[in-house]
């Protein structure tokens, strides 16, 4: 199984700050790398496919990058509506594999 | 617009069966493969398995092998997941998720309001 591996596991920011979260595949996934935003009693809600191509209808402040087993989600100007855990999600190979969460929280 | 409703919370003894309901609306039912992930409490996402609505094929995460079984009942559009020989680390909210292929990536790009499942004595 690929093991996805994400820095930090938590994060304190503030309301305009520039915020990047890392996640790391145990071997090559390409670029076949997602990311999800989930919030407190809620399901997961796709932000990013294929590692940089931003689903319908997510604010543009949110942004993907990486390849191979390297990868980076970036929100570019942090919004009162985006504290929420962010999830990588590998579909390269079965089974799929999250990485365990990044819980971005208010400073 | 795209609906996968799941049926409501339940509580089982260790030992006993669990069968989870995922209603699908909005879209052509035979199309889109549908996954299943669960998540303990505190804990990351897990997948659990996929159903191809077309044929009933499955395909199971190891762990899960013999103890889940994905069905569909394709005249109300409606998936199901039975978990057999509960036990306390099975307590997790349960989500079917559609599966989209777009760009030559899988990804999950419409997701059950989860379903939690309690296994206590």
């Known amino acids: 199984d690929i093991q996805m591996t994400q820095s930090p596991s938590s994060l304190s920011a503030s309301v305009g700050d520039r915020v990047i979260i890392s996640c790391r595949a145990s071997?090559?996934?390409?670029?076949?790398l997602n990311w999800y935003q989930q919030k407190p009693g809620t399901a997961p809600k796709l932000l990013v496919f294929?590692?940089?191509s931003l689903q319908s209808g997510v604010p543009s402040r949110f942004s993907g990058s990486g390849s191979g087993t390297d990868f980076i989600l970036t929100i570019s100007s942090l919004q009162p509506e985006d504290f929420a855990t962010y999830s990588c999600?590998?579909?390269?190979?079965?089974?799929?594999?999250f990485g365990q969460g990044t819980k971005v929280e208010m400073k | 617009q795209v609906q996968l409703v799941q049926s409501g919370p339940e509580v089982r003894k260790p030992g006993a069966s669990v069968k989870v309901s995922c209603k699908a609306s909005?879209?052509?039912?035979?199309?889109?493969?549908i996954h299943w992930m669960r998540q303990a409490p505190g804990q990351g996402l897990e997948w659990v398995g996929w159903?191809?609505?077309?044929?009933?094929?499955?395909k199971y995460a190891q762990k899960f092998q013999g103890r889940v079984t994905l069905t569909r009942d394709t005249s109300i559009s409606t998936h199901y997941m039975e978990l057999t020989s509960l036990r306390s680390d099975d307590t997790a909210v349960y989500y079917c998720?559609?599966?989209?292929?777009?760009?030559?990536?899988?990804?999950?790009?419409?997701w059950g309001q989860g379903s939690l499942v309690t296994v206590s004595s």
């Open positions: 071997q090559s996934v390409n670029r076949n």
């Open positions: 294929a590692a940089s």
């Open positions: 159903i191809n609505p077309k044929d009933g094929g499955t």
């Open positions: 998720a559609r599966g989209l292929l777009l760009r030559g990536v899988g990804m999950f790009d419409f």
């Open positions: 909005g879209y052509i039912f035979s199309v889109y493969f």
């Open positions: 999600q590998q579909s390269y190979s079965f089974p799929r594999t």
